[in-house]
């Protein structure tokens, strides 16, 4: 065995990669994240997303989450405001997305759980960095408002999507 043969084995042996979580995705399929820790609104945000064709992963914590966008791209992101906070710290998770750069941020569409704030509030979603708040009392109409607003802003990427696609950042 040659010098780099060794070097490449050896390197290989060391890594970590259990921080890579792409056990779980499909090719076919679209993905989605759920980064909220009410189970029954978990499991109606997760059946929602089922139905609508994306494989789903639901993270306990804001740093397994961290860990799953550092190695995939979700298509859809979905955020409780008190997703794995105490009461003076920051969501990392949204703090994340707002980091990113936009034609990666783009690319996810990401919706907010929020106590506060109205359903559909576009100018709220825009000062979070979110495409998307549903107000928590009216998360029984979670599946309906995901659809449409999936739908309009697939619409209103398309061509942004084709171009990046067309030079290779995509």
Known sequence: ????????????ENMDYSGRPFGYLSPDKETAM?????QNTCALINNSLIELNYDTVKPAAFKEALRYMRF?????????????ISV???????NYIEN????IRRQSFVVLLSEIYP???????????????????????AGIILKKEIARNKDFYFLFKTI???FGKL
């Open 1 to 12: 065995m040659s010098a780099e043969q060794k070097a490449a084995n050896t390197s290989t």
């Open 34 to 38: 759920i980064c909220v820790q009410d």
């Open 72 to 84: 995939h791209i979700f298509d859809v992101i979905v955020v409780d405001e008190n997703f794995d």
């Open 88 to 94: 003076l710290e920051v969501n990392q998770v949204l």
């Open 100 to 103: 990113l750069v936009m034609p």
């Open 119 to 141: 359903t559909l509030d576009s100018m709220r979603a825009y000062s979070r960095s979110v495409n998307l708040i549903i107000n928590k009392k009216e998360i029984a109409d």
């Open 164 to 166: 990046i696609r067309k």
